[in-house]
């Protein structure tokens, strides 16, 4: 008596491979940017100069840079996550990622000073109150001098209002580029005199060295920005 043959299961040619199943654009770009912005704080823990005990102790300037200057970046980001997800033009994706990885990790770097300073991620009393004639910091390390402020304020230069940031949100095609790009160049256009006034400012070395690089990338994102526009037959929103 023989014995049975063993039966055997064809594949199935017909199947949907797994990746057929998946809604590949929009779920790739968020599951990159859930990533980088779980990575970026503890990436840049990692790299913190610890070492360097000569660094003198964080002055006023510092202190409320990297705390207004984190909450100003946060709204790039939501901006650039909103057209790098939204918009179909290539240009402006790649200026909306690039825009996005840069300041999420330099967010995360901030909030890492803050931490490690003993300071709360954000000052309550309002924003800007650092950049007086008397923050207190012992240094000026540049040949310019920034307008200083009376007080805290309420709000940021630049920063997008929230009827504003509700309309990109439901913006498409075109309309939802030149609109990136009107409240992204003014929203940089907010954050320079913060910049140069901390890289003048500042007494540690490492806020003077950010400060001063954000605004290089800055400037050069704003000049693209402005050619972006003027390629669209658009213009510069009046700043606020």
Do not use: K
């Given at each position: 008596m023989s014995a049975p043959e063993e039966s055997t299961v064809e594949p199935d040619d017909t199947a949907p491979e797994p990746s057929a199943r998946r809604p590949a654009g929009a779920v790739l770009v968020l599951g990159a940017i859930g990533l980088l912005l779980l990575g970026a704080v503890a990436g840049v823990l990692l790299r913190m100069?610890?070492?360097?005990?000569?660094?003198?102790?964080?002055?006023?300037?510092?202190?409320?840079?990297?705390?207004?200057?984190?909450?100003?970046?946060a709204q790039a980001v939501d901006m650039a996550g909103v057209a790098l997800?939204?918009?179909?033009?290539?240009?402006?994706?790649?200026?909306?990622?690039?825009?996005?990885?840069?300041?999420?990790?330099?967010?995360g770097r901030m909030q890492a000073w803050l931490q490690l300073w003993g300071e709360s991620n954000q000052n309550?009393?309002?924003?800007?109150?650092w950049m007086t004639d008397d923050h207190g910091s012992t240094g000026h390390h540049?040949?310019?001098?920034?307008?200083?402020?009376?007080?805290?304020?309420?709000?940021?230069?630049?920063?997008?209002?929230?009827?504003?940031?509700?309309a990109l949100r439901q913006s498409t095609g075109p309309a939802l580029d030149t609109m990136f790009l009107q409240l992204m160049l003014r929203h940089h256009q907010g954050g320079v005199p913060m910049l140069d006034y901390a890289a003048e400012h500042a007494d540690t070395t490492a806020v003077r060295t950010l400060a001063a690089t954000m605004s290089k990338t800055q400037e050069g994102e704003s000049q693209l920005m402005t050619t972006m526009l003027a390629a669209r037959n658009a213009t510069p929103l009046p700043f606020n």
């Open positions: 100069p610890l070492e360097q005990n000569s660094e003198p102790e964080p002055s006023a300037v510092d202190i409320g840079f990297s705390q207004d200057m984190a909450a100003h970046h997800i939204a918009s179909t033009d290539n240009d402006v994706r790649r200026l909306a990622y690039d825009i996005l990885t840069t300041q999420q990790n330099q967010i309550v009393d309002g924003y800007m109150g540049g040949g310019t001098t920034e307008p200083a402020m009376s007080g805290p304020m309420q709000s940021m230069p630049g920063m997008a209002s929230q009827e504003e940031m509700t």
